[in-house]
């Protein structure tokens, strides 16, 4: 509530700023056409406009209260010295006293509406402005001029109150606007969630479009249907928001429950780069508990290095060793093909830096990398339990 | 233009209306008023017309075309269809030269015009759905024209000058007084609508996602499902043809890409990135993603305190090139304990001193963390150093709420 105040004060300030201003423009254009050049009245205005014209310019500073009065009092002297300072009646000067009393003076204490009481200090110096103005202008006219200011001030007192009154509704609405954006954000993220979860969903998808990348050479054709199938029904359930339990005839099973033992998950890795050619053998334990999350990520490092095996080694058997102690589980993921210069090779375009690197360490895990050409290749991944 | 860009400038036109309604149907009542003012006048003058049929056809064209107006942007739902503004427009033209032709030979034309008056005021009645430099051009065009004829009237002569520049503000500063208070609020309005959707992001975890990363992810998988169903059920032939192994290619790419990189943005990058005001002002270096530590209290203070710093940066408009930069060092273990780490952010605000920033900055910052401001010679640099659970552990990516 306090910072719809702070706001709704100061539009309230800007407006009667811009509305102070325009009003004392329109003032002094009147009043310097070449008719008033002759008075002496004229003259002596116009440091007190130039004076009106900084009041105006400050309404929007701290100080609001000083300078709508600083205004009100110029305009006042102003109104005076047009009056008494040259003697015979003008026509100009009556005319240039309307956008001054009427819009520049009500205009500028609309800022004072802000305040508690405020309407009470803005009549009451609106008041003073307009009796200043009936003592400055010929009898014959008095009484519609008198009107006609005080109409102006009914109207600065309208807008100020529409603008004051505007702004608590207009941020009702905005936090509303801001509560379905939250909806729609939340919803966006569980989904984006979701989809991130079900890695080794995507983590086959990859494998399958890459294998497609390639025109489907090297695979048997009715392996890499049946891939593709059980590959797009489980994107189907994942798009339909159906959990994603594996199809009876599905090779591998991402499953959502609370702690999955490795056992039967690696068993589906390695049915499936058997599919693709590559032969997995399995050392160590097999039965690891792990957070799903964890496993996920853990199973994708591992997967995604064996396809860098298939893809980069030249040989058809990768050798998995799983070890695991009360801190950490351990993956070796060895082969002895062709190897490489780990330095000679930049990280991207091992593909794994990002991939596996990057999510493992999210994880607190790491990965390392050790090759040299000829002499095969080791992975070493580790995650914590 | 990219459908970023399309999707931001539709939301802009959704929010650029928020709140206008009240403000609306209030100026649509002030000018009934200056309306029936104006029209007591015209009457006042009955006499002086030579001939009357211009200056009330002038008030039937000017009531019909300004209830038309305010019945089809009501009904439009703050819209105005540009034919139809212009149409409006071309109709207060009317209005103003029929004004002129009925008070062709009066001896001081500015007198007696009434109906433009409020022919130029209602350009109020466009406020909603036009921009402020449309409005106030137009009101211009209005009063350039009412200028042009009273010259070859004789309202520039020497007894009539006062009361024509009088009337010129008249039909001017009314509305150019209008259309900067709608600007003012309208710019308010768009302010606080950003900082509200900026604010959602705060509840995102550790690393997140943006909505358009999320849909475009969601795009992919249905991408890659038809494609791979085809296959799966021999509606194409493998091995693949050329264009279609390209596809998949491709959008294998596209999907590792996208598994990767969404995980690299905090909820600072995502509410500065989806705010046109902040990211003018506010630059982000944070290589270690530190900023998604924070806890949720953290990141509501420190974005409010990143709001409070933009509005000082608006309000005196030297040099925007200069933004502030906020960088963060990456996370390191407090002393004697392991439950929380210690993560230094600096702001460095060009250009500032103590005296311009807003005291609400450093109630936000405080509630950030243990805060040290200092004065260089180029602004202002505030060192922030916060405490956050630490991320591994049982604590990890979780905020306290």
């Known amino acids: 509530m306090d910072q719809i105040q702070v706001k709704r004060d100061r539009l309230l300030r800007q407006g009667a700023r811009v509305y102070g201003l325009a009003g004392l423009v329109a003032s002094f254009a009147i009043l310097a056409t070449p008719g008033s050049w002759g008075l002496l009245a004229f003259w002596t205005a116009i440091p007190l406009y130039v004076l009106a014209f900084v009041c105006a310019a400050m309404l929007q500073s701290r100080r609001t209260l000083r300078w709508a009065g600083g205004l009100l009092a110029c305009a006042i002297v102003i109104t005076l010295v047009l009056a008494f300072v040259s003697p015979e009646p003008n026509r100009t000067t009556g005319q240039a006293l309307v956008p001054l009393l009427g819009a520049a003076v009500p205009g500028a204490l609309m800022a004072l509406l802000a305040y508690r009481l405020g309407w009470f200090w803005y009549w009451l110096g609106c008041l003073a402005g307009v009796g200043a103005g009936a003592i400055a202008i010929t009898p014959a006219n008095r009484l519609v001029v008198v009107a006609i200011l005080l109409l102006g001030c009914g109207l600065a007192h309208a807008v100020g109150y529409l603008l004051s009154s505007s702004i608590p509704p207009a941020l009702r609405q905005v936090a509303e606007v801001g509560r379905a954006h939250r909806a729609e954000r939340r919803a966006s993220e569980l989904e984006a969630h979701r989809r991130q979860n079900a ?60 702690e999955t033992t490795l056992g039967t998950t690696l068993d589906s890795v390695k049915q499936r780069f058997d599919q693709l050619g590559l032969d997995v053998s399995w050392h160590g334990s097999a039965r690891i508990m792990l957070p799903p999350g964890v496993l996920d990520a853990f199973l994708f490092a591992i997967s995604e290095c064996l396809e860098n095996v298939r893809r980069h080694s030249g040989v058809v058997l990768a050798h998995v060793t799983i070890t695991e102690d009360e801190r950490v589980v351990r993956a070796m993921v060895t082969d002895a093909g062709r190897g490489f210069e780990v330095d000679a090779v930049g990280n991207e375009r091992l593909g794994i830096k990002e991939s596996v690197v990057a999510r493992l360490a999210e994880l607190g895990g790491s990965a390392r990398l050790f090759s040299s050409p000829g002499a095969g290749t080791t992975v070493l991944l580790e995650v914590p339990r | 233009m990219t459908a970023a860009v399309l999707a931001e400038r539709a939301s802009g036109r959704r929010h650029a209306a928020i709140g206008m309604r009240r403000l609306w149907v209030g100026t649509t009542v002030i000018l009934a008023f200056q309306i029936v003012f104006d029209f007591a006048n015209t009457i006042e003058r009955i006499d002086a017309y030579r001939d009357t049929v211009p200056v009330f056809t002038a008030w039937a064209v000017l009531l019909i075309a300004d209830a038309a107006i305010v019945v089809v942007t009501r009904v439009l739902g703050e819209h105005l269809p540009n034919w139809l503004f212009a149409l409006w427009y071309a109709a207060l033209v009317l209005v103003i030269a029929l004004d002129l032709s009925a008070a062709w030979g009066m001896p001081n034309p500015a007198d007696s015009f009434t109906v433009g008056l409020s022919a130029a005021l209602s350009l109020v009645l466009a406020l909603v759905t036009r921009s402020t430099v449309q409005v106030f051009s137009a009101a211009i065009g209005l009063a350039l024209v009412t200028a042009a004829a009273w010259i070859l009237m004789g309202g520039f002569a020497e007894p009539n000058l006062p009361e024509t520049v009088y009337t010129l503000c008249q039909m001017l500063f009314p509305v150019l007084v209008a259309a900067l208070i709608t600007g003012s609020f309208r710019r308010l309005m768009r302010r606080e609508t950003e900082e509200m959707l900026s604010h959602s992001a705060i509840a995102a975890p550790r690393l997140t996602v943006g909505i358009e990363a999320s849909e475009q992810l969601a795009r992919l998988d249905l991408a890659a499902e038809s494609l791979l169903s085809a296959v799966a059920d021999g509606r194409m032939r493998l091995p693949l043809s050329e264009e279609v192994a390209r596809r998949a290619g491709g959008l294998a790419t596209e999907l590792r890409l996208h598994l990767l990189e969404s995980r690299s943005k905090t909820w600072l990058g995502l509410a500065i990135e989806e705010s046109t005001l902040l990211s003018e002002k506010v630059r982000v270096e944070d290589p270690s993603s530190s900023a998604g530590l924070l806890g949720t209290r953290q990141r509501a203070a420190l974005l409010s305190a990143l709001w409070l710093l933009h509005d000082e940066r608006s309000v005196s408009s030297r040099s925007p090139q200069q933004q502030i930069v906020l960088s963060f060092a990456s996370p390191t273990r407090a002393i004697e304990t392991d439950h929380f780490e210690a993560i230094a952010i600096r702001v460095e605000v060009p250009g500032s001193t103590r005296m311009m920033i807003d005291p609400g900055v450093w109630e936000h910052f405080a509630r950030v963390g243990r805060y040290r401001e200092a004065l260089d010679g180029l602004g202002m640099r505030i060192d922030i150093h916060c405490l956050v659970p630490a991320p591994r552990g049982p604590a990890r990516g979780r905020t306290d709420s």
Not at chain 1, 212 to 220: D, E, T
Not at chain 1, 237 to 255: C, K, S, V
């Open chain 1, 199 to 258: 890695r080794l969903l995507h983590d086959t998808v990859l494998a399958t479009l890459t294998l497609l990348a390639h025109s489907g050479r090297g695979v048997s054709e009715e392996a890499l249907r049946e891939q593709a199938r059980n590959d797009a029904h489980l994107l189907r359930q994942l798009r339909l928001g159906e959990p994603l339990f594996a199809l009876p005839e599905a090779g591998y099973r991402p499953e959502l429950v609370e």
